[in-house]
């Protein structure tokens, strides 16, 4: 599979802070994914976040995810986009 494009992004989770406060791991990731979707272009369907991303948005509970992530997405020919923790 040769990637179609790479691109770092930085996301601002600002969001997370309005939601309650047992659900804001729960919409960081939900934020990540509509992020990712639409810089690249692609169905939030087609949005694959590796396990590393997952455990940064869950490092300290489910209260408090960070203010912002920076990752790694690539998009595959086939439309799937895997997103991944820059290093």
């Not at 599979?1 to 939601?19: G, S």
């Not at 309650?20 to 509509?34: C, F, I, L, S």
């Not at 396990?51 to 990752?71: D, F, H, M, Q």
Request: charged letters at 35%.
């Amino acid at each position: 599979m040769a990637d179609e494009y790479e691109r770092t992004i930085v996301i601002p989770l600002r969001k997370t802070k309005q939601a309650p406060r047992t659900r804001r791991a729960n919409r960081a990731v939900k934020e990540v994914r509509e992020n990712v979707a639409r810089h690249m272009k692609a169905d939030l369907e087609q949005v694959w976040l590796d396990a590393s991303v997952n455990e940064k948005l869950w490092a300290n509970g489910i209260r408090n995810p960070p203010n912002k992530i920076t990752v790694k997405a690539a998009k595959f020919d086939d439309g799937l986009v895997e997103v991944s923790l820059a290093e």
